[in-house]
Structures are given as C-alpha cells and as structure tokens.
C-alpha cells in the first residue's frame, strides 16, 4: 500500500513547473496541462500538414507553368528572377512575346524567357575569332595572287568576291582576301 503513495520528481513538459508525477509516465502537472499540450501538438500537427500541402500545390504548379506556353508576370517573376519592371521593358522591346487579355492580365511567351536564358554568346566570338585569323598572314591571297593561282582575270576575281561576300581587307595598296574562301568557291568550280 505503502508503495502507491510513492512520488517521483518531474517537471512538467507544458508549464516547466516542477511537479511530484504520481506514475513514471506522468508527463504534466496538471489535467490542464495535460490538455493544453495535446491542444498544442494538435495544432502543430496541423500547421505542418498545412505547410506540406501548401508546398505539394506549389510544385504542382510550377509543374504545371512549364507545361503552358503562356504564363502571367508573376509566374515569369518566380519562374526566372526578373522583376515586373524588366519584364516589361523586355516586351516593349520586343524581346519576349506578350499577350494582353485585359487588366493586369498580360501573359508572356515562356519559350521566348527560355531562349533569353539559354541564348549562348560564345559562337559569336568564336565566329569573330575565325574571322579575324581569318586575315592573319600565311591565310590569305592579295587580289592578284588569286587571279595567278586560279588563272582568272581581275574583274572576274572582284565580282565573285562581291557576289559571294567574301570579307575584304585593305592594307596599304593591297586588298587581302581568306585563303579558305577563295579555295572553297574557285576549287568548287
Ligand atoms: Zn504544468
């Protein structure tokens, strides 16, 4: 008998306030606190359920954005990091395809933001690299070294160099035209 009137020292998992637990399980102090933590574990539960449901549409929507050609500003926002102000401009410049369905309901072409991204610079420089070794010494004729070499006359020379835009360059009284090229229309031939 002696042994149900047995206190064990606890702190009370809701208000903190120590507390003589009559069983090893008693985890509060109180029924209320009892209650008050169920309450609170409940709404925890809950909040994180909330949170896990909020995150589940997100990305459901932003599934489903990318399926869609036509997206809102705000979308577009989201989807690439640029401000409403950028967007904007980028449609007044022509530079994104818009569609206006009335109010603060213009919509963007997705493809067009896709391409802004994806856009590469370096075949450009590449191309203007080429271009300029293009000129380099050893890779190209003078005028009247491609009328020897393929036995043509100049004015032949000039007007298939006008005719297939071949890059010219003057230096001095000599005009020097890429070797490649000439080969490549004058072998051709
Ligand atoms: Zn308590």
Redesign the pocket.
Known sequence: MGFSKLKIPRV?E??S?P?EAKTVITR???VS?ANKAGKERKKLEKEQKEKETLLKKYSNKIAEVQTREFISIAEAKVMYGISKDTLHRLIKRGIISSVNLGVRLTRVKRSDLDAMFTEVKVPYQKEKIQEENEFEVGNCYTLSEVSQKYNANPSTVSGIIRKNNIPKKKVGSFVYVPKKRIDEIFDGK
């Open positions: 009370c809701h208000c306030k507390f509060f102090c109180s606190c």
